[in-house]
């Protein structure tokens, strides 16, 4: 330790009294600098600091990086390898957005990050001199403080301990440049050798455990259980079956436990013989027949089901399903042309599951129902 002064310290308790302490520090110094255990609402303000320039440094690295790779993709997909996929255009800007989007993003935050540290702050820098000072102990824990350095044109200690003792701060303390730490400079190179070799034997370790975990330990008994276990797989022989395929057929004339099988195509009568609705007439099921009807079948068919379009002519109304012919149908029928579709009416096989369908054709029975009720339907 040298008789160097570095910098005239102070500490305060409270946010209050640091942040008013940074202002008035500021009116005369500007060599100078504050020290808090968590960032402090305001203090750039105080400490007259103005706006960081290091937004920047964001802007133009994320910007830059997002225009090349913008043009990246555009090589790829304009003259290095052209792919038309489904019709779209050969440079599909929107499908590229996501890309764009999260390169501007990693590239200026990654950036902005290594700035702050390398070029603001400085680092590495282990010849500061508040390092190992009780200064520096206690503002990364539970008191805030600030220094005035030296080198301010304006320093003068005894003024400055004055201006600390009117403002209330505890432990006014010197600092002190170390000259054997000066002379080391700021690099990395005053870490001492059994830090380096503790750093470099855990990377080994943990490198190595990776590398025998991922490749040796999990086809190891009993970890290698999901590799040898009896399956058959896909595309390859097997002795299981007769004929060495895996990949078998179901057995003729064979249906999944809980399926109703169905022809998907072909003419809709005779079903109401094959076929009956599976679904229970319970409040569920009708309301979720109305909620489809509505969303799918009102805009054409009307809301109940008059064929009272509410496209106003501008495509064909289809027929009331209170008709006779509708009324006659069977249960089956009606889901017939909702799987199939019907004159200009496509199928609907896509958009609505299969109970989702014969919920539906609850609902028209009870459309029906509601234009021609019997006297048992109001008792």
Known sequence: MSNQLYALSGQFETPDEIMHAAEEVNKKYKQYDVNTPYPVHGMDGAMGMGESPIGWVTLVVGTTCMLLMLCFIAWIQLVDYPTTFAGKPDFNLPGYVPILFETTILTGA???????????????????????????????????????????????????????????????????????????????????????????TVVLVISGAAYFGLNHMVFLPPYNWMSVQPKVVPQKTNTVFKNGVSMQLPVEGTIARGFIPYAKVGAKEGFG?????????????????????????????GNY???????????????????????????????????????????????????????????????????????????
């Open 110 to 200: 990654v950036t902005t990050v290594l700035t702050l540290l390398f070029v603001v702050c400085g680092l590495p820098n282990n010849a500061h001199p508040i390092h190992d000072t009780n200064y520096a102990k206690r503002t990364s824990d539970d008191r805030f403080g600030i220094y005035v350095e030296a080198k301010d044109p304006a320093f003068n200690e005894a003024e400055v301990r004055q201006l600390f003792e009117q403002l209330g701060a505890k432990d006014i303390a010197p600092i002190y440049i170390d000259a054997e730490e000066v002379a080391a400079g700021k690099n990395m190179s005053v870490l001492k050798p059994q830090f380096i070799g503790f750093a470099a």
């Open 305 to 379: 089901g008059q064929g009272d379009s509410r496209l106003n002519g501008q495509y064909p109304a289809p027929p009331s399903l209170h008709s006779k012919k509708a009324v006659e149908w069977a249960d089956a029928e009606i889901y017939h042309v909702i799987t199939n579709g019907q004159n200009i009416m496509p199928s609907y096989a896509k958009q609505l599951t299969r109970d989702e369908r014969w919920a539906i054709v609850h609902y028209v029975r009870a459309l029906q129902r509601s234009l021609n009720p019997k006297e048992t339907d109001v008792q």
């Open 273 to 301: 013989q094959s076929m009956a609705n599976p679904l229970d007439p319970t409040a569920e099921v009708f309301a979720l027949g109305e909620q489809k009807y509505l969303t799918m079948c009102s805009a054409c068919h």
